[in-house]
């Protein structure tokens, strides 16, 4: 039993230290007044401000889930291309001028 209380406990312990904390300011009457308000309110200030540095990452997994797709896309059509590239010359040929 002891055992695997140190292996929980280790884990844990690791788990805590991946894990960055941010320290803020706050005025007391504005803490005061907060606290009253939530039961508790460093849960749901860890939260907020969790979602608020999720959202302004971005959609890391609808990232790659896309680029996923388009690999997938792009192996799917075999070498897609848009054709012959013309030379140089081809492309700044013009008409007459009359």
């Known amino acids: ?8 406990c280790v884990g844990f312990q690791s788990y805590l230290e991946s894990m960055k904390e941010i320290s803020i300011k706050i005025d007391d009457e504005l803490y005061r007044r907060a606290s009253r ?7 749901e200030v860890n939260r907020h401000v969790t979602e608020y540095l999720e959202a302004i990452n971005g959609d890391d997994d609808g990232i790659l889930a896309a680029r996923a797709h388009m690999a997938d896309l ?6 897609f291309g848009v054709g012959v590239r013309p030379s140089r010359e081809e492309m700044h040929e013009r008409g007459s001028i009359h």
């Open 37 to 43: 308000k939530v039961t508790d309110l460093e849960a």
């Open 74 to 79: 792009f192996q799917a059509t075999g070498n």
């Open 1 to 8: 039993m002891e055992y695997f209380c140190l292996l929980t």
